[in-house]
């Protein structure tokens, strides 16, 4: 089992800056790749950032260029660093672990709100 958990979430006016952090414990040696999700009410959960074993990462054209994803392997947590967020990156944020046999945890969420 890998347990995950979220913070760095809050308030920011548009063009603001904010960085999530998903702390991961439990089998985090299984751990294929961390990716960033978000949900925003009324619209499905997409994926936002994901970096994988290896190193490499993907973003959504939504936020590229605007986001970062990173690790720091020492803390076990995935970071991403949101600048120049817009009312639209408004959403509940998730972090999601997927495992190399396949299964998937994911951490509780944390808010980000973009006020315009």
């Known amino acids: 089992q890998v347990q995950l958990v979220e913070s760095g979430g809050g308030l920011v006016q548009a063009g603001g800056s904010l960085r999530l952090s998903c702390a991961a414990s439990?089998?985090?040696?299984?751990?294929?790749?961390i990716n960033w999700y978000r949900q925003a009410p009324g619209k499905q959960r997409e994926l936002v950032a994901s970096?994988?074993?290896?190193?490499?990462?993907n973003y959504a054209g939504s936020v590229k260029g605007r986001f970062t994803i990173s690790r720091d392997n020492a803390e076990n947590t995935v970071y991403l660093q949101m600048n120049s967020l817009k009312s639209e990156d408004t959403a509940a944020y998730y972090c999601?672990?997927?495992?190399?046999?396949?299964?998937?945890?994911w951490g509780q969420g944390t808010q980000v709100t973009v006020s315009s």
């Open positions: 999601n672990a997927r495992l190399s046999g396949g299964a998937g945890y």
């Open positions: 439990g089998s985090i040696f299984f751990i294929d790749a």
């Open positions: 970096i994988s074993r290896g190193g490499s990462t």
